[in-house]
């Protein structure tokens, strides 16, 4: 039996998935080659090159992993810590929550810095947390908090894990591409970002830069790592091997034309302007939702302007109200996690999506939908 499937069209302005370009589709619907082939190398080398460009990084290590971030995450963790060390997690939302459960199953004693959700990592929190823990091989912190919508200060948390001797961890997911990610100016230690958000490529791939330090700690272990797959050794034969690959794992080919393709709309913009457009898009947004009377959750100092949060409006019923904006509008948003959960919601304005008509279209849908 043949079960046709066509999505219905939607703005995507929630949490991630982005919209994807049509010239990014397009690109993904080229012909699959093979993923020895030395076309496809060349594509791999060519991507390498622009994670670097887009991360700011010079770091040999810098590729992209066949798999959603959660990956990523788990992969920069579970390859740098061994059962025994101790790992510094700042917590302000759900994705510090994870890194922290991901590191306690890797048999690392965690030691949480907590923060309210909608505030960002404190750094003094922090420091006397490393002062608490001075044996700790790591400190890992959310720079951009896509349940909360709250940027946290990556250049000074990395600055307090280097002073300290520490690695840094960063999740820039949601950040790579809307806000400054520095990686070499930080001194950042592992970062990985995700392609459905600011890179506006389709789910299932996450970009991922290790520093020098960091490959000299996993190829200082003393146990190997539990996961065969996220062996970074191994993993490095496939993306980094000299003149011949060896296999890994099939790469997603077709997923690597589009990110190839995202990147290049990226770079080719700049990622200034990039960051100038979504600063744009998110104060023409608070000033139209300003106009509604519907608040924001985070403070203007700490807000990112690719993931907005505001309160959900009085006399307004959060499920029933996005439910909405979706059957008449076509516009999906997202709702609250954990304990922010029916209380607020979440505006995606990331990459594609991120344009000023997009802005009002989504304002006026929410004035047409408020009581
Ligand atoms: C979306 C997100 C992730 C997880 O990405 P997946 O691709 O869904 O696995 C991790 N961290 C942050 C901050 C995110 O926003």
């Known amino acids: 039996m043949n079960y046709p499937f066509s999505p219905p069209p939607r703005l995507l302005m929630g949490p991630g998935p982005s919209n994807v370009s049509p010239e990014v589709l397009a690109a993904q619907a080229r012909p699959t080659i093979g993923h020895l082939d030395p076309g496809f190398v060349r594509l791999m080398d060519l991507i390498k090159g622009q994670l670097r460009a887009a991360f700011r990084t010079n770091n040999r290590v810098t590729f992209p992993l066949s798999a959603p971030a ?25 994705f510090g929550g994870r890194m922290a459960e991901i590191a306690r199953r890797a048999g690392a004693t965690v030691q949480l810095v907590c923060a309210e959700w909608g505030k960002p990592v404190d750094p003094e929190a922090v420091r006397a947390s490393m002062l608490e823990a001075p044996q700790a091989k790591l400190l890992a912190f959310v720079h951009a908090e896509t349940s909360t919508g709250v940027r946290s200060d990556a ?71 539990q996961s065969w797959f996220l062996d970074l050794g191994l993993m490095l034969g496939y993306w980094e091997g000299e003149g011949a690959r060896s296999y890994h794992h099939t790469a997603p080919v077709n997923a690597l034309y589009g990110l190839h393709e995202s990147l290049s709309r ?54 029933p109200a996005r439910r909405r904006l979706l059957d008449e509008f076509g516009i999906e948003i997202g709702g609250g996690l954990g304990p922010l959960a029916g209380r607020i919601w979440r505006i995606g304005l990331m990459g594609e999506t991120c344009r000023m008509e997009n802005v009002e279209r989504l304002a006026d849908a929410i004035a047409a939908i408020l009581p």
């Not at 995450?73 to 059962?83: F, G, I, K």
Request: with cysteine; aromatic share 4%; glycine share 8%.
């Open 70 to 94: 959660s990956l990523a995450m788990e992969m920069a963790l579970v390859t740098l810590l061994e059962p025994g060390d101790t790992a510094i997690i700042a917590q302000n939302g759900v």
């Open 155 to 225: 250049a000074a948390l990395c600055a307090l894990a280097r002073e300290a001797g520490m690695l840094s961890v960063v999740d820039t997911v949601t950040g790579l591409g809307g806000i400054p990610v520095l990686v070499d100016d930080w001194h950042a230690d592992a970062v990985y970002a995700a392609t459905q958000k600011c890179l506006s490529a389709p789910p299932g791939l996450a970009p991922i830069t290790f520093s020098d330090r960091a490959v000299a700690a996993v190829m200082a272990r003393t146990s190997p790592i």
């Open 266 to 319: 990226l770079l080719e913009e700049g990622l200034e302007t990039s960051w100038a457009r979504h600063r744009a898009a998110h104060e023409q947004l608070a000033d139209r939702l300003q106009g509604l009377g519907v608040a924001f959750v985070v403070d203007k100092a700490h807000r990112l302007p690719q993931l907005n949060t505001v309160w959900v409006p009085e006399g307004v019923e959060d499920a």
